[in-house]
Nanobody, 114 residues
Framework: VQLQASGGGLVQAGGSLRLSCAGS????????IGWYRQAPGKQRELVAS???????NYAESVKGRFTISRDNAENTVYLEMNNLKPGDTAVYYC?????????WGQGTQVTVSS
C-alpha cells in the first residue's frame, strides 16, 4: 500500500483546508484510515480516523471543526478542516491500518497564522 497525501498549506486562523490521501497498490476499503499530526517538539497525535464500516473518531481538540470522510471508489480519505487555529499547525500524516499492519503516507505541512 502506498499513500500519497496532499492539500496542506498556509492559511490564516479561521480559514479552511482539505487534506487528501490517495491509496494505491491495494484497496483501502477494509482498512481503518485517518490522520495523525506532529507539531515541532511534540509527540505525534491522532487527529481523526474512519473505520471500514464508516465509524469515525476524533481528537477532542478538533471535534466540531474537522470532518473525516472516505471514498472507497477513489481509494481516498479526506480531512476537511474548518475554523483552523494556530495550534493546528503541524505536519499531517495519513495512515492505513488493518490487523497488525500500518502504512504511512508522507507528511503534508499545515501552517495556521494568527
Amino acid at each position: 500500500v502506498q499513500l500519497q497525501a496532499s492539500g496542506g498549506g498556509l492559511v490564516q486562523a479561521g480559514g479552511s483546508l482539505r487534506l487528501s490521501c490517495a491509496g494505491s497498490g491495494r484497496s483501502l476499503s477494509r482498512f481503518s484510515i485517518g490522520w495523525y499530526r506532529q507539531a515541532p517538539g511534540k509527540q505525534r497525535e491522532l487527529v481523526a480516523s474512519i473505520s471500514s464500516d464508516g465509524s469515525t473518531n476524533y481528537a477532542e481538540s478538533v471535534k466540531g471543526r474537522f470532518t473525516i470522510s472516505r471514498d472507497n471508489a477513489e481509494n481516498t480519505v479526506y480531512l476537511e478542516m474548518n475554523n483552523l487555529k494556530p495550534g493546528d499547525t503541524a505536519v499531517y500524516y495519513c495512515f492505513a491500518r488493518r490487523h497488525i499492519y500500518t502504512y504511512w503516507g508522507q507528511g503534508t505541512q499545515v501552517t495556521v497564522s494568527s
